[in-house]
T-cell receptor, first 113, second 115 residues
Framework: GNSVTQMEGPVTLSEEAFLTINCTYT??????LFWYVQYPGEGLQLLLK?????DKGSNKGFEATYRKETTSFHLEKGSVQVSDSAVYFC????????????FGKGTTLSVSS | GAVVSQHPSWVICKSGTSVKIECRSL??????MFWYRQFPKQSLMLMAT?????????EQGVEKDKFLINHASLTLSTLTVTSAHPEDSSFYIC???????????FGQGTRLTVV
């Protein structure tokens, strides 16, 4: 079956530190991969996505590369800001019409100044 | 990008009453909508999938008589929590797929508190 595993949090960093949040997946076929961000008290916002192997998704300084050989989609940012503090969810879409996203458990990031 | 609007953003209701949450796709036709529930500090749990004009498909363990889902049009799905109890307090999020899109779009979520 399809599943997503992401690193447990919380992750606590100082401003301008390098961020990595690991995400691995199990899937049949050729899924699309996503990172969503959830700020306190809010809904989900799409951060970035990749639809095929070796694609790199990027947005607001965050990047993630779809690695089929390691079934991974790790999220990285070179220099985090306090405003990046949020919960980050890795998700997988089996790419079948009408099929729901499968989410990882979420990783809480806390950045201090 | 496509926009999904969820209403209300938050609601407080008395135990035993029913609450309706609306999920609208504003600028596209949503052939499929999904309803999720999120407990504090946890991930999103898929409750049900609804296709326009047909009955919703509920995930195992979700009471279909308690969580009524209606997807009456291509732009509107509703979730009604019937006879709500404090344990139903949670954050409910909808998302929608439209033909030709490669991603689902999420509503802002509804914080339900049952007192």
């Amino acid at each position: 079956g399809n599943s997503v595993t992401q690193m447990e949090g919380p992750v606590t960093l100082s401003e301008e530190a390098f961020l990595t949040i690991n995400c691995t997946y199990t899937a049949t076929g050729y899924p699309s991969l996503f990172w969503y961000v959830q700020y306190p008290g809010e809904g989900l916002q799409l951060l970035l996505k990749a639809t095929k192997a070796d694609d790199k998704g990027s947005n607001k300084g965050f990047e993630a590369t779809y690695r089929k050989e390691t079934t991974s989609f790790h999220l990285e940012k070179g220099s985090v800001q306090v405003s990046d503090s949020a919960v980050y969810f890795c998700a997988l879409s089996p790419n079948q019409a009408g099929t729901a996203l499968i989410f990882g458990k979420g990783t809480t990031l806390s950045v201090s100044s | 990008g496509a926009v999904v609007s969820q209403h209300p953003s938050w609601v407080i209701c008395k135990s035993g009453t029913s609450v309706k949450i609306e999920c609208r796709s504003l600028d596209f036709q949503a052939t499929t909508m999904f309803w999720y529930r999120q407990f504090p500090k946890q991930s999103l749990m898929l409750m049900a999938t609804s296709n326009e004009g047909s009955k919703a498909t509920y995930e195992q363990g979700v009471e279909k008589d308690k969580f009524l889902i209606n997807h009456a049009s291509l732009t509107l799905s509703t979730l009604t929590v019937t006879s709500a109890h404090p344990e139903d307090s949670s954050f409910y999020i909808c998302s929608a797929w439209g033909q030709g899109y490669t991603e689902a779009f999420f509503g802002q979520g509804t914080r339900l508190t049952v007192v």
